[in-house]
């Protein structure tokens, strides 16, 4: 699918290049190459720092000199999610795309506008021959997805502009002044295994929306290991249950989509004859937002080894109490959600298990609070337990040069007042504060729907608007410092 006749063109066909290109998290070598090579090619100065991170420097155009020196940043990793019936490689493919009406989508699997769209539009700024701007440091971090250590490993010294514009937030009429922290919470456990006892049962789950484990956390989806756990659930105190495996979600910061779980009972027709009743239940329950949940349950065959009833019984319980979802609304800012957990990943293989969460936080204590929450249940259910991934929050100044600018532009150019927001996911802003406390910073950017799932898109119209709503910044930096 050719997007360069779609506008404005300069973008999307940035865009198109760069999905040419793999680009998982922690894989980022092609995009890295492209993206030195991009600025090379320009006759710009280029660099790669020690971590991976690309930083390409353009000076003002003529009578913007004295303007103040702009930071444009994005990442380069994409959140790489497919549906479990598409065949596709993220090592060695690059993404497939197509339009639909005013929307561009990936087939069947993530498209990388998050934040392959605010890339573009830096490597369109950069080559661009007519706009004005002034100097431009263009930032291209790795690995924001799953660690941020392009941006935790960003030195001090390497910049010297005093606003950063970052352009990964996925609301046009949102002008972004501040995001939450987060940690990485990990529970394993090793168990014996042994030759089960009872009749077999497989429990497929399939067809939840998934979406960003920040941005749709309080949207009331399904996440398939909870829903997963409810049905295991059912038989504690009747069946016996030995668990042989479970396969449930993905990335950490993706709400699961999918979850299976094999599974030994006592009494495989009346376990299956109570989840069928629950399964009745949690298509109800979901039915006006999850209206592609499907929930398979049969009977498998035991041939592989399980772990013990009374291992199993601690694995279950343990996701039956584990928190997931909102756990506190933030006070102070309307509508924000302050901490959440999502239990992201669930996986037990040969008598190995790991638990993976991420919680997140505007506020530090209650980013503590609900991992020491999750630390509680896991290690009550004797499993090891690990936090990792730290990283700070974003602290909003709403009042800064730069944001009235904004608000101003924004107001003039679309005639409407844009929401100048706080948002509930980890933006990189805070990360790159703690070397850079005296740049003032602002997210923004085009509407993009369903990121970190496959069902994600992008709205040609909203890039238009967020094309023009860039240029006309840069146009009206402020002057430098005295």
């Known amino acids: 699918m050719n997007l360069s006749t779609i506008e404005p063109k300069v973008i999307w066909k940035n865009f198109q290049a760069l999905n040419s290109v793999p680009r ?6 092609k995009v890295i190459e492209l993206i ?4 090379e090619n320009l006759g710009l100065e280029t660099t790669v720092d020690h971590v991976g991170n690309v930083i390409i420097k353009k000076p003002a155009t003529q009578g913007m000199q004295t303007r103040k020196t702009i930071v444009l940043q994005s990442h380069l990793d994409m959140v790489c999610q ?27 699997t993530t498209l990388g506008a998050d934040n392959g769209l605010g890339v573009a539009a830096i490597m369109s700024i950069l080559e661009s ?31 010297t502009g005093e606003i950063l514009l970052n352009l990964d937030t996925e609301e046009d009429d949102e002008i972004d002044i501040g995001c939450a922290g987060g940690v990485d919470v990990s529970a394993s456990a090793t168990y014996e295994v042994q030759a089960s006892t009872g009749m077999g049962v497989k429990i497929e789950i399939k067809g939840l929306q998934g979406g960003h484990s920040g941005m749709d956390i309080h949207k009331g989806f399904g996440n398939a290991n909870v829903l997963l756990g409810r049905l295991l659930h059912l038989g504690l105190e009747t069946q016996n249950i030995e668990l042989i495996s479970i396969d449930g979600g993905g990335l950490r910061n993706a709400i699961p ?7 030994s009972v006592r009494h495989a027709v009346e376990f299956i004859e109570a989840c069928t ?8 329950e979901f039915a006006s937002i999850e209206k592609d949940l499907v929930i398979h349950i049969e009977n498998f065959s035991t041939a592989q080894k399980a772990i013990s009833v009374e291992d199993s019984k601690k694995v279950i319980l343990a996701l039956t109490a584990a928190h997931n979802g909102v756990y506190r609304m933030s ?6 959600v302050e901490t959440s957990n999502n239990i992201a990943r669930v996986e037990l293989n040969s008598g190995s298990l790991k638990i993976l969460c991420l919680s997140r936080s505007s506020v530090e204590s209650s980013k503590t609070s609900v991992a020491q929450q999750l630390k509680a249940v896991f290690t009550l259910a004797g499993m090891d337990v690990v936090f990792s991934g730290e990283y700070p929050g974003w602290k909003p100044k709403p009042g800064s040069q730069i944001v009235k600018i904004m608000e101003q532009i924004y107001q003039d150019k679309f005639k409407s007042k844009p929401a100048v927001v706080a948002c509930h996911a980890g933006l990189e802003c805070g990360i790159i504060g703690a070397n850079y406390p005296e740049m003032d910073m602002v997210s923004f950017g ?7 799932s496959p069902d994600e898109k992008a709205s040609i119209s909203s890039t238009q608007k967020f094309w023009e709503f860039l240029k006309e910044i840069l146009k009206n930096i402020p002057e430098k410092s005295a």
Do not use: C, Y
């Open 24 to 29: 998982p998290s922690k894989k980022e070598e």
């Open 36 to 39: 030195k090579n991009f600025g």
């Open 82 to 108: 497919k549906n479990a019936d598409v065949n596709f490689d993220f090592d060695t493919m690059g993404i497939q795309m197509e339009i639909d009406q005013d929307w561009v989508k990936a087939k069947g």
């Open 129 to 159: 021959t007519d706009l004005a701007h002034p100097q431009i440091e263009a930032l291209f971090t790795i690995d924001e997805e799953t660690g941020m250590t392009g941006a935790m490993g960003l030195k001090a010294g390497q910049l």
């Open 257 to 263: 989509r999918e979850a299976t779980a094999t599974l």
């Open 277 to 284: 009743v629950l399964k009745a239940e949690l298509l109800e």
């Open 331 to 336: 006070p102070d800012v309307e509508d924000l």
């Open 446 to 452: 085009p509407t993009i729907k369903g990121a970190h």
